[in-house]
């Protein structure tokens, strides 16, 4: 899935005011974190995620592999938070998130 700039600015927008709902500690991106990732994607679809740790480019690495293995478009990445988005797979009567058209 593709989005425009214009619904990637509507998420941003959204995301906002979420509080993060997975953290990535000082192990990194592990099969346990990837797995949260996936429950809260189903469950929210738009998710915030804190990443410790101050290398800037392990963020950047984290972040692309969490979009890589999950599906997910990345949204925004500011310091040390990540917003993802993934329209779920067992919402089927609406979704949770609602995009305008391009």
């Given amino acids: 899935m593709k989005l ?4 990637i ?8 005011s979420l509080s993060p709902v997975v953290m990535i500690g000082n192990i990194g991106l ?10 809260n994607l ?23 592999e969490i979009c890589a293995k999950s599906n997910a478009i990345a ?13 779920s797979d067992t919402i089927k009567e609406s979704a949770k998130v609602a995009i305008p058209n391009p």
Wanted: aromatic share 4%.
């Fill in 42 to 64: 189903n469950a929210h679809e738009l998710i915030k995620i804190q990443v410790a740790g101050d290398d800037r480019e392990a963020r950047k690495a984290i972040y692309a």
């Fill in 9 to 16: 600015a509507h998420l941003r927008s959204l995301a906002h």
């Fill in 4 to 7: 425009s700039t214009k619904q």
């Fill in 75 to 87: 949204v925004h990445h500011i310091g040390k938070q990540l917003v993802v988005y993934r329209k």
């Fill in 30 to 39: 592990t099969d346990s974190v990837i797995k949260e990732v996936e429950l």
